[in-house]
Structure formats: structure tokens, C-alpha cells
């Protein structure tokens, strides 16, 4: 017997959808994590497709799309890149 379900509860908009999620991706650098909660708002200065943390590390968001045969759409893999700062300022 198989405990396998296709569907997933969203994080987003807490419903469960019977489908498979095709888009993946976090919110925000792994390296935020691991600032404390009290410094966030102080060290992380960031929008939907870019993060500066500590005026030392930068990153973009990218969209890595692989196609599905027999799909609807594209799977969607959401990255953060991290870049040079030179690389950064050429955005």
C-alpha cells in the first residue's frame, strides 16, 4: 500500500491542490537563514529579484524553466545567484 499523494498543501495560499506543484523556488537566499530574525530588517535589503546582505554578498533571482512532455507549462525551478558586487552594479 502506498502512502504516495499527488497533490500538495500550498504555502502560499494554504489550499490543497490535487495537481503536482510545477514551480519550486525559496522566497529569499539560503544565506538569510542564517541571520538571526532582530538583524533582518537592519542587514537584508532585498525585492522580488534581488537581495544585498550586509552590502557584501548580492544575489538575483532567476527562473531556471524545464519543459514537460505531454504538460501544460514548463517546471519552473526559482534560483538565487549569487554575484560580484561589479557584477551586481551591471544589473
Same mark, same amino acid.
Request: glycine residues 6%; aromatic residues 14%; negative net charge.
Given at each position: 500500500?502506498?502512502?504516495?499523494? $499527488?497533490? +500538495?498543501?500550498?504555502r502560499?495560499?494554504? &489550499?490543497?491542490?490535487n495537481?503536482?506543484?510545477?514551480?519550486?523556488?525559496?522566497?529569499?537566499?539560503? +544565506?538569510? +537563514?542564517?541571520?538571526?530574525?532582530? @538583524? $533582518? @530588517? @537592519?542587514?537584508?535589503?532585498? &525585492?522580488?529579484d534581488?537581495? =544585498?546582505?550586509?552590502?557584501? +554578498?548580492?544575489?538575483?533571482?532567476?527562473? =531556471?524553466?524545464?519543459?514537460?512532455?505531454?504538460?501544460?507549462?514548463?517546471? =519552473? *525551478?526559482?534560483? *538565487?545567484?549569487?554575484?560580484?558586487?561589479?557584477?551586481? $552594479?551591471?544589473?
Amino acid at each position: 500500500m502506498s502512502h504516495y499523494q $499527488q497533490g +500538495y498543501t500550498c504555502r502560499c495560499c494554504g &489550499n490543497y491542490h490535487n495537481e503536482l506543484p510545477m514551480s519550486y523556488g525559496r522566497p529569499v537566499p539560503d +544565506y538569510c +537563514y542564517e541571520i538571526p530574525l532582530e @538583524e $533582518q @530588517e @537592519e542587514r537584508i535589503e532585498m &525585492n522580488e529579484d534581488l537581495c =544585498i546582505i550586509d552590502e557584501e +554578498y548580492f544575489f538575483v533571482r532567476g527562473c =531556471i524553466e524545464i519543459p514537460v512532455v505531454d504538460g501544460e507549462g514548463p517546471f =519552473i *525551478w526559482d534560483v *538565487w545567484v549569487s554575484l560580484s558586487e561589479n557584477s551586481f $552594479q551591471q544589473l
